[in-house]
């Protein structure tokens, strides 16, 4: 079985802060599939990043960077100088190989960027 | 490129009445999923196709709910009779692959409430 664990349920900053988001992940298979997605307060679901399991080297993008750790089965995400637009919630989700396609998600982070 | 289409993006409707969510994937993918989002129980996936054909759907709740892609520009999801608790957020998403490493892309969803 596959579970995601975002410990995290709310957080609020002070814009220019940085924050980080934590994800945690348990799953048996050898090769899996990390992402995570931004959820506005408008309501749709946005793809920020697609991580495999054989690659570990961490990512930035502008203000965005993830640090995936397989030893400790982590994929935390940090925002950088948050800015009140990043105010949404953040999901972190897995997905196997094989047969199993479907996107497991955690339960979600808040974050509440004040400006 | 247009991404996943939803309609009706609202709904409102009375216990005992037929629902039928529609989706319109992102034109050459083939894998097509749908969620559904709740305070209680976060997203968790209801039923997913490949190529038309439906792989699991271990997650639809009992045998109101029903789905069908009759073709690979089209999904419903149909709940008959409906009941206040299947109020929900549902999503429809897509992929371009029979590949997990392929993030999905999810439509703005369809806001259900059954009075």
């Known amino acids: 079985a596959q579970k995601v664990t975002q410990a995290q349920t709310e957080i609020s900053v002070v814009e220019k802060e940085d924050v980080t988001l934590d994800c945690v992940y348990e799953?048996?298979?050898?090769?899996?599939?990390l992402f995570w997605y931004k959820q506005p307060p408008s309501g749709e679901l946005v793809f920020l990043i697609r991580?495999?399991?054989?690659?570990?080297q961490n990512e930035i993008s502008g203000r965005y960077s993830w640090d995936f750790q397989k030893s400790t089965s982590s994929f935390n995400f940090t925002i950088t100088a948050s800015q009140v637009v990043d105010s949404a919630v953040y999901f972190c989700a897995l997905s196997g190989s094989g047969s199993a396609r479907q996107l497991t998600f955690g339960s979600g982070t808040q974050l509440t960027v004040l400006p | 490129d247009a991404g996943v289409i939803q309609s009706p993006r609202h709904e409102v409707t009375e216990m005992g009445q037929e629902v039928t969510l529609r989706c319109k994937p992102i034109?050459?993918?083939?894998?097509l999923f749908w969620y559904r989002q709740t305070m209680m129980r976060g997203l968790e996936l209801l039923i997913y196709f490949n190529n038309n054909v439906p792989i699991d759907d271990s997650g639809m709740p009992e045998d109101r709910f029903s789905a069908k892609m009759p073709n690979a520009s089209f999904s419903t999801l149909k709940i008959q009779p409906s009941e206040p608790r299947d109020s929900a957020v549902y999503f429809c998403?897509?992929?371009?692959?029979?590949?997990?490493?392929?993030?999905?892309?999810f439509g703005d969803g369809t806001r259900l409430s059954i009075l």
């Open positions: 991580r495999n399991s054989f690659d570990e």
């Open positions: 034109s050459g993918h083939n894998s």
């Open positions: 998403a897509s992929s371009p692959r029979t590949n997990s490493n392929q993030p999905q892309h």
């Open positions: 799953t048996r298979d050898t090769t899996y599939y």
